[in-house]
């Protein structure tokens, strides 16, 4: 079945980094996006990149431009998101997912499925 | 960028009830929305897509619907597993795909 595995939960002190994987399972890896999705706790959703594992191009939410970085592994079937200054405020689960899309009139896209979340915890 | 509300915030409701969420963006998206169910301490999973298309396996007591900047998902008969957080989401082809603040459904 499709399945995407996340790594471990992380600690971090401020101004560190952090990078957490994403291993793909049960389809063609290179047919489809990644996207990641952080949510702090008690918070909501918010979207933070994606990746077309295809051709390696991302895309970033502007909040996280500057501190955010998306790689693929296409031997190993995974991709990893590095955040880098780490905050408090960033304390957060993340997650990723598989971006499908379906070209009718125009192109949709949703998230499906999705990991199951790395906690990670910045504090000093 | 394109900012979406819901409301309510939170709503309470019976097994049986019919529940109405609403999702509003900020200008017209055509059907660009997408709607998720997240449950506590579980990851989010994909409920309805481009607005009013049910996901594969999803009961059919979820539905959505609208189109530019007014949005809707129903539950025509709420479930004891229905209880849980739901977010709207802009979906266009290209991003940010932003989230709705969510709408929390508990128990009366």
């Known amino acids: 079945q499709v399945q995407l595995v996340q790594s471990g939960a992380e600690v971090r002190k401020p101004g560190a980094s952090v990078r957490v994987s994403c291993k793909a399972s049960?389809?063609?890896?290179?047919?489809?996006?990644i996207t990641w999705v952080r949510q702090a706790p008690g918070q909501g959703l918010e979207w933070m990149g994606w990746?077309?594992?295809?051709?390696?191009?991302?895309d970033y939410g502007q909040k996280f431009q500057d501190r955010v970085t998306l790689t693929t592994d296409l031997s190993t079937d995974t991709v990893y998101m590095e955040l880098r200054n780490l905050r408090s405020d960033d304390t957060a689960v993340y997650y990723c997912?598989?971006?499908?899309?379906?070209?009718?009139?125009?192109?949709?896209?949703?998230?499906?499925?999705w990991g199951q979340g790395t906690l990670v915890t910045v504090s000093s | 960028d394109i900012q979406l509300t819901q409301s309510p915030s939170s709503l309470s409701a019976s097994v049986g009830d019919r529940v109405t969420i609403t999702c509003r963006a900020s200008q017209n998206i055509r059907s660009f929305v997408n709607w998720y169910q997240q449950k506590p301490g579980k990851a989010p999973k994909i409920l309805i897509y481009?607005?009013?298309n049910l996901q594969n396996g999803v009961p059919p007591r979820f539905s959505g619907s609208g189109s530019g900047t007014d949005f809707t998902l129903t539950i025509t008969s709420l479930q004891p597993e229905d209880f849980a957080v739901y977010y709207c989401?802009?979906?266009?082809?290209?991003?940010?795909?932003?989230f709705g603040p969510g709408t929390k459904v508990d128990l009366k």
């Open positions: 989401q802009h979906s266009s082809k290209t991003p940010p795909f932003t």
């Open positions: 481009a607005a009013s």
């Open positions: 049960g389809y063609t890896f290179t047919a489809y996006g």
């Open positions: 990746t077309n594992v295809y051709n390696g191009k991302t």
């Open positions: 997912a598989r971006v499908v899309s379906l070209a009718v009139d125009v192109l949709y896209n949703w998230f499906d499925p």
